[in-house]
């Protein structure tokens, strides 16, 4: 499979299969839109031309901020900020999709406690395995669980009404869906823990409710396939759970998954290509599979799609930090 080959996304079509992978870059104005520096990182990931745009986490609710400068889709008054930004892919005719976050336990910038509006929220008082163990998080009732699918709704619609033309559910990297679907962090014996049917109850309903929501809308996972890394002992999340909970994805109208780590984090040695052949396997191929992590050369995105791990590939660092690099792959495969 040829890396610059198009690919159709429900009503998007990709021109290759490159896709570039979200960068959180901290670059937001305090109210969580974006400024003339969100606008420049961009720029930089249009360079290579990439099929699809992937844009860094926004928080769907306030106590979603992993930092204090979050990027944020939470309410009506930010969605005209981020017109420039939907404009600039609009322009460059690049499909732009927004991925929807909430951080739950993964604060990463303490500064987030100093406001009094804050709340750390979990599904178990369970400290982070990956931040501060002394900070421990407040369990969410059942009643604020069912609240979590709205607030994604609502932030589709706003991404929707901004000009982005899809969103993908951030569900990996140990944030909140992904801490639902890790035993290591997720304790509840209520409909919402237990085996990976409970753990991945929340995912579930946020993804049939943004679809029952937006039928036509471009709507992709972003799927932590495991607590560990391949070739590892395995521990916490499984993959062959991550298989079961990507086949209900595809039955609930998921367009794509984009496969990755969940408590382990993005950085596999070796990358993910085991996990990503897994769950496209899982899903029978009817939609396609996103592989991300450590591809740094043409010849490793080949490489994945050759294997049959994926069908698209996802790129992060090296289009930022050497563009022209990955420009010149089309030369590559010329
Ligand atoms: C600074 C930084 C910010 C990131 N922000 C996000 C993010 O907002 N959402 C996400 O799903 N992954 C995020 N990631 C993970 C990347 O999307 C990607 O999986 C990771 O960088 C590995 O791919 P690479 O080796 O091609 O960079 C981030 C990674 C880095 C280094």
Redo the contacts with the bound molecule.
């Keep these: 499979m040829k890396l610059f080959e198009p690919l159709e996304i429900r009503n998007l079509r990709l021109e290759s299969r490159l896709v570039a992978?979200?960068?959180?870059s901290a670059s937001c104005t305090p109210e969580g839109v974006p400024t003339e520096r969100t606008l420049e990182a961009g720029r930089k990931a249009l360079f290579a031309r990439p099929g699809l745009v992937v844009l860094?986490?926004h928080a769907v609710h306030p106590w979603g901020r992993v930092r204090v400068r979050q990027l944020m889709l939470d309410r009506d008054d930010v969605t005209e900020g981020h017109r420039p930004l939907a404009g600039l892919f609009a322009e460059a005719g690049v499909p732009v999709v927004v991925?929807l976050n909430h951080g739950g336990s993964g604060v990463a910038d303490p500064d987030l406690f100093g406001d009094p509006a804050f709340r750390m929220v979990a599904p178990s008082p369970v400290p982070h395995p990956g931040r501060d163990p002394g900070r421990i998080p407040e369990p969410l009732s059942e009643g604020q669980i069912r609240e979590l699918p709205g607030f994604f709704v609502q932030a589709a619609r706003r991404a929707r009404e901004a000009g982005y033309r899809g969103v993908q559910v951030?569900g990996?990297?140990g944030y909140l869906l992904g801490q639902f679907l890790s035993p290591l962090t997720n304790r509840r014996t209520d409909r919402y823990g237990g085996d990976v049917r409970g753990r991945s109850r929340l995912l579930l309903d946020v993804v049939d409710a943004v679809r029952g929501a937006f039928p036509d809308l471009p709507l992709g996972v972003?799927l932590g396939a495991a607590d560990s890394f391949p070739g590892e002992e395995p521990r916490g999340l499984r993959v062959e759970e991550a298989c079961a909970v990507a086949r209900e994805l595809a039955a609930l109208g998921a367009d794509w998954i984009a496969v990755?780590g969940n408590l382990c984090g993005?950085?596999a040695p070796g990358g993910f290509g085991p996990y990503a052949g897994a769950i496209r396997e899982a899903v029978g191929k009817r939609i396609p599979v996103e592989c991300?992590?450590?591809?740094t050369s043409y010849d490793r995105a080949r490489e994945l799609l050759d294997r049959g791990c994926c069908d698209l590939v996802?790129?992060?660092?090296?289009l930022l930090s050497d563009p022209a690099a990955a420009a010149a792959w089309r030369r590559d495969e010329a």
Excluded: F, I, K, N
């Excluded at 992978?21 to 959180?24: D, G, M, T």
């Excluded at 996802?314 to 090296?318: E, K, Y």
């Design positions: 992978a979200p960068l959180a860094e986490h991925q951030h990996c990297h972003r990755s993005y950085d991300t992590g450590g591809v996802g790129v992060g660092r090296l």
